[in-house]
């Protein structure tokens, strides 16, 4: 597995599509997670007015340093989801786009152990994605607190590992879907495309649609669902600005862990079942 391992990582690490991928979720961050909101703040509009039963003081401390991990953590759903599913799927599916799959499995080491490699290097990646990931939204929130004269607090340290800790889970999770995909439709383009059709169309309108229903049994369907859970996980951390009355969260932090570890493990063994048994080539 080490060799796999350091043969996949020599390969992704001058992969310019992997590296884009964190660009892209970098550059999303600060366009809209800190530039957009700071001049909409600082310059606003004759048509601009805050959120309700806030001021605009409110919303510009949303943007300093000790909610720097609350108001990142929005960029993590989504966009960070979207990402890190294309990162997989592109890791396992370019072995095949190329037509490099053969030679790779009629060489030492074995198939799983291939695979093994290739997880753990995405994982490595998953985990680099998400310390830049807030070094970048740090940086950006010292820099606006600067600006404004604010005093400089930063979040709990426990606060920060753990936000590094759910954004590494919900950017596996996310990762090895893609991969799993990509093995069962043996190419990274249909993995991909299947991949956003799921999370736009199911995770992002489906569910919104049919909650106008009052329905029962769509609230437990939801608790089971991966991008439910990476929400769910998310909003544990709570909001930069206090929205009214607190609300009882559909999932759990604990659960929604569990329940995307449980995700990771289940795509892991897909991908270990199509990798082993079936003709890949």
Known sequence: MINSFKADWRKLRQRPAVWVLGGI?????????????WLQLAFPSANFHPDPGTTLQQMKAALYPINFLKNSLTGVGIIGGILTLILGAL??????????VKTVYTQRPGRLQ???????????????????FYLVAAAASLIIAL????????????????????????????????IALAYLFRQSAMAIGIGLAYVLAIEGILF?????????WLTTVEKF??????????????HTVARGAAT????????AVMVLALYAIVFAAIASVVVRTRDVT
């Open 25 to 37: 979720m970098l550059t999303a961050l600060l366009l809209f997670g800190y530039v957009i909101p």
């Open 91 to 100: 890791v396992a599916g370019g072995e095949f786009n190329w037509g490099t």
């Open 114 to 132: 291939t695979l093994a490699g290739q997880v753990g290097v995405v994982s490595v990646i998953a985990a680099i994605f998400a310390v830049a």
């Open 147 to 178: 600006s404004d004269g604010s005093t400089i607090t930063w979040p709990a340290a426990i606060d920060v590992f753990k936000a590094l800790g759910a954004t590494w889970l919900i950017f596996e999770s996310w990762s090895l879907f893609g």
């Open 208 to 216: 919104r649609l049919l909650s106008g229903f009052n329905a029962g």
């Open 225 to 238: 669902f991966l991008g439910q859970n990476a929400n769910a996980l998310i909003q544990s951390f709570g």
């Open 248 to 255: 009882a969260p559909l999932i759990s932090a604990g659960q």
